[in-house]
């Protein structure tokens, strides 16, 4: 059993100082308050304690093209240039390739405060299309990076049909990704078995890759594989693709969601940037998780998450790093705000009449990454698996900072630097700030893209 011992801790209701907590079989087992730090001897002692987050969206081999598409090609750069030359670079990766840029993400989100992540997870195959000889090889190789890390994993096998709405064939850089319904049930049951070995926090989920990508029958067929696994699809992050929606199905891309299947809370909507305030008002009612990616939908141009007005109308939210361009906890959260001042001229856009904006957007998107991952996190309390993220407030910021200011300077004035210690379903991933296997990680990460970075 460990026991730690936090100077102060976000508690479900608020703020708690002398906060004694123990862990048992990766759950918080107690959580005690006004426990003042000496009567507890052998007990891990932290400045702050708060739940730490799931990083609700991720392609790991992504990570290995940061700063490599920032350059102006012929004509105007768009989502869709860049998306040809991902295809370009994926072509390329190998199954070892793929666990060493996966084990690279995961050291970094680590590090930069988060206990999990849903990985999006949609290279099945070899060059070509042919699968391997395990269907299900890219996803061990997922899992491998997982355990290594030490990581929580919600593994979201990718069901891709098709290369548009209309049916039309997979283009060539789309052919590692493509699978029809049946063999795609094939390939999620040997994931299932690929992540056997991992800990009893691990979650098997499913995602339809999007409305372009996935049939409506397919759609269905993917969402009975498991009626209690989380369910996570792309929608609307373009405007290309709201017309392409439209003018196969006469709805957009939300609207066909709320129409034709069963949003609820087992449902994460990822990146829901193109919305009108109707759709944006539906979604929030039905319990669906939006999953922002701030950061990639400002890389990728791809607009700005209605987040005022889906708060205001109850609406769940949570963050993931997605393209892994810049993998950072504290970013991902300031530019979700800052999107909103943007867009609305305003300040504490997000904050509510009690709590501060870095509150609001910490606390709804620690419970709304858990939602979406089906994971049982995002609240330091007894049953919980035990999630946690310390901040180190030695230095001259955090050190004068108490309450929901600690949050908003970490948010604000700050960045992951200040993450001392994270656990992960009681696995205490993260001491010191660092990963223990940083050093090998990153030399494997760094012998792996070496090949790879002359393909684009
Ligand atoms: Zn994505």
């Not at 959580?31 to 990083?55: I, K, W, Y």
């Not at 996190?377 to 230095?395: E, F, N, P, Y």
């Amino acid at each position: 059993m460990t026991v730690l011992h936090a100077k102060t801790a976000l508690l479900p209701d608020g703020w708690a100082r002398d906060v004694q907590i123990t862990l048992s079989q990766g759950r918080i087992a107690s959580v005690l308050t006004g426990v003042a730090s000496a009567e507890a001897s052998q007990t891990q002692r932290v400045d702050c304690l708060l739940p730490a987050m799931v990083n609700l969206h991720s392609h790991a081999f992504q990570r290995a093209m940061a700063g490599m598409t920032e350059a102006r090609g012929a004509g105007q750069d768009s989502f869709w240039t860049w998306r040809t030359l991902m295809y370009r670079f994926l072509d390329r990766l190998t199954p070892e390739d793929v666990q060493a840029i996966a084990a690279m993400v995961m050291l970094e989100m680590a590090e930069a405060g988060y206990a999990a992540v849903a990985e999006f997870h949609y290279l099945h195959h070899a060059p070509g299309g042919v699968p391997y000889g395990d269907l299900a090889e890219m996803s061990a190789r997922i899992a491998a990076a997982a355990a290594e890390t030490g990581l929580g994993l919600t593994h979201l096998p990718v069901l891709y049909e098709r290369g548009g709405c209309d049916g039309r064939a997979l283009s060539a850089g789309q052919l590692r990704f493509g699978n029809d319904p049946d063999r795609f049930a094939r390939l999620w049951e040997a994931a299932g078995r690929a992540l056997a070995a991992l800990p009893p926090d691990t979650v098997l989920g499913v995602a339809p890759h999007s409305l372009r990508a996935a049939s409506p029958a397919g759609i269905r067929a993917a969402a009975a594989l498991n009626p209690k696994a989380p369910i996570h699809i792309h929608v609307a992050e373009q405007l290309a693709e709201v017309t392409e929606v439209q003018a196969a199905t006469g709805a957009r891309p939300v609207e066909w969601l709320l129409a034709n299947t069963e949003l609820s809370s087992r449902w994460c909507l990822i990146h829901a940037t193109q919305m009108e305030p109707h759709e944006t008002e539906a979604m929030a009612k039905s319990g669906a998780v939006a999953g922002l990616c701030p950061i990639t939908e400002a890389n990728l141009g791809d607009g700005i998450f209605d987040g005022v007005r889906f708060q205001a109308a109850g609406g769940d939210y949570g963050v993931g790093s997605d393209s892994n361009v810049r993998i950072s906890l504290s970013e991902e959260l300031r530019l979700l705000e800052y999107s909103q001042r943007l867009a609305g001229k305003g300040r504490a856009m997000l904050a509510d009449g009690a709590r501060s904006t870095g509150r609001v957007l910490y606390e709804t998107a620690c419970q709304g990454g858990a939602l979406a991952a089906g994971r049982q996190a995002g609240q330091i309390a007894v049953g919980q698996w035990a999630d946690l993220m310390a901040l180190d407030c030695s230095g001259p910021d955090l050190g004068a900072s108490a309450g929901d200011m600690i949050l908003d300077t970490f948010l604000f004035a700050g960045d992951d630097r200040m993450v001392a210690e994270v656990w992960s379903a009681g696995r205490h991933i993260v001491t010191g700030g660092r990963h223990a296997g940083r050093e090998a990680i990153i030399s494997r990460y760094r012998r792996a893209i070496a090949g790879l970075r002359d393909a684009l």
